[in-house]
């Protein structure tokens, strides 16, 4: 009869082992962060591409910007071309790249021809104004049990729409992402994670994603109206 007893107690111990092991492991959450912005209009956009240029996208946050920082600008580099990617793929805009004039131009020679430029009535600028990164852990009978990591990054970003002309900002939006990490250990099953530096990317996509969709909701109830051709 003990026999029996131990032997079920030791299969019962194992199996939560055995499931413990299977939830212990790495999951990832985002979400978009809402902030005020214009009501869509219900129609979906049937018309032609408006022509936009893109301008600078500086990193205006403390991150990356302290006493021993370079004088590169990552963050806001990596946000500019995430910013080219999202408004080309929005289908309202052609995109225009000023980075790439000087190899456009040497293309255009090699096709004996002359280099074409197209103006835009409007340049998008773009900022990091909030981006900060934290971890936060918890154990479980001080750690003998299992514990746990999170790694939490944050980001909010702002889109000026600038007459090229004037030079007049005439709309502005703002977009906010927060995306996490998680892992857990229990009784030594489960996974480790250090420290994840594409969760930079990721939340940044995720904030200049739902900024991009502000800006097209702008045009769609008519706070701006960029021209197209």
């Known amino acids: 009869m003990l026999k029996t007893i131990l032997k079920t107690n030791w299969s019962r ?20 962060i809402d902030v005020p912005r ?4 219900p129609a979906a ?6 022509p936009i240029a893109v301008g600078k996208f500086d990193n205006r946050s403390s991150y990356m910007r302290g006493m021993f920082a370079d ?57 990091v104004t909030e981006f900060g990164r934290k971890e936060v852990g918890d154990q479980q009978l001080f750690g003998v049990l299992g514990r746990g990591k999170t790694q939490v990054a944050y980001a909010k970003v702002t889109l000026n729409v600038v007459n090229s002309q004037t030079s007049e900002v005439v709309y502005s939006v703002q977009g906010a992402g927060e995306y996490t990490l ?7 099953f489960g996974g480790t994670a250090s420290y994840d530096a594409t969760l930079n990317g990721k939340v940044l996509d995720l904030a200049i994603r739902e900024a991009v969709n502000n800006l097209v909701q702008g045009v769609d109830s008519g706070a701006w109206k960029p021209q197209a051709r």
């Open 13 to 32: 111990a194992t199996l939560a082992l055995a499931v413990a092991a299977l939830s212990a492991c790495a999951t990832e959450q985002s979400r978009t």
């Open 38 to 41: 214009p009501t869509p209009a």
């Open 45 to 50: 956009y049937q018309g032609a591409r408006a």
């Open 71 to 127: 004088a590169v600008d990552r963050l806001g580099s990596q946000s500019k071309s995430i910013l080219l990617a999202h408004l080309q793929q929005s289908n309202r805009f052609n995109v225009l790249d000023r980075d790439n004039i000087e190899e456009a131009q040497q293309e255009a020679k090699y096709k004996a021809g002359t280099l074409a430029i197209k103006g835009a009535d409007f340049l998008v600028t773009g900022a």
């Open 182 to 188: 998680s892992t857990r250990e229990v009784v030594g």
